[in-house]
């Protein structure tokens, strides 16, 4: 069981720092979070822990004694940078590492500029206290510059922090090669249980009988428990308020490109209500 520990900058009386209306300890709860989240929904193996689940104050020593204590496997450390720069960079510790610990950076690095469009600053070395105290491969990022009225106006968009965060999820997991969840959400087969028909499969997956039987080119109506069927059809989702096609993207395992070519859709505007082909 993989160990990881998300550390949320600042918080508390610590309000990290300011910008163009952005308190950092704010962004970078936000970003653990999502990050927490997408660890959980799209990979199994692991479990996570967060030095801070809200607004609380933690000492740097909490931060790694929490993270030591528990045993973590990778300490992440979620911070927004301030000083006049823009885009991304992220940090290792600048004195002995294991080479683990540069892997696991390189990974993360390369999964979150495959997600977000941040100016790319590059891997950096620091001497930072959560670097250097925590026993185990750890990682800084500093996502944005909260003084840069363009990094800030990304990181005022929620659909933004999901990016940051999914790149976040996705650098962990292949880090520390944790397995992709199958079924659920994107899942395509589907395994016959005692007292299934193909009229319960069907409606449980939202197609027919007919589609069913000519997905697995099934000339009769005979199916057995442990049997293997395909069950890839059609599927929809209503759109809710708030959600925007990128997020619903994400949720199905699919592009925004797919669904628009789906629903014949020219522009990126969806209404609550809607009822979208995603699959
Ligand atoms: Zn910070």
């Given amino acids: 069981m993989a160990k990881i520990y998300l550390d949320p900058g600042h ?25 927490r989240d997408f660890l959980y929904r799209d990979y199994e193996g692991h479990s996570v822990r967060l030095s801070r689940t809200g607004d609380q104050t933690r000492s740097l020593n909490y931060r790694t004694n929490d993270a030591n204590s528990w045993g973590a496997n990778y300490f992440v450390s979620i911070h927004i940078n301030a000083g006049g720069g823009v885009g991304y960079e992220d940090y290792i510790y600048n004195g002995s590492i294991s080479s683990q610990t540069i892997t696991y950076r390189d990974r993360v690095h390369a999964e979150i500029m495959k997600q977000v469009d941040f100016n790319n600053r590059g891997k950096k070395r620091a001497n930072f206290h959560v670097l250097r105290e925590s026993r185990m491969p750890a990682i800084l990022t500093e996502n944005g510059f909260i003084d840069n009225a ?9 659909d933004y922090l ?9 650098g962990i997991a292949s880090a520390l090669g944790l397995r992709r ?23 449980a997956h939202n197609i027919t009988v007919s589609e069913l039987k000519s997905l697995n080119n099934l000339t009769n109506d005979i199916i057995y428990p442990g049997q293997v069927l395909i ?18 993207a994400q949720l199905y395992g699919t592009t925004v490109d797919a669904i628009k070519n789906f629903n014949g859709l020219t522009g990126d505007t969806i209404q609550p209500g809607q009822r979208l082909r995603v699959k």
């Fill in 181 to 203: 969840k199958t079924g659920g959400g994107g899942g395509n087969t589907y395994i016959v249980k005692e007292g299934d028909t193909l009229w319960s499969i069907a409606q």
């Fill in 231 to 248: 069950v890839t059809g059609a599927v929809y989702h209503t759109v809710q308020s708030g959600e925007t096609l990128w997020g619903i």
């Fill in 150 to 158: 363009g990094d800030a106006a990304k990181l005022k968009s929620d």
């Fill in 11 to 35: 918080g508390g009386t610590d309000s990290g720092a300011q910008g163009n209306g952005l308190q950092e300890k704010n962004v970078t709860l936000a970003i653990a979070l999502k990050t």
């Fill in 162 to 170: 999901n990016r940051i965060a999914l790149g976040h999820a996705n």
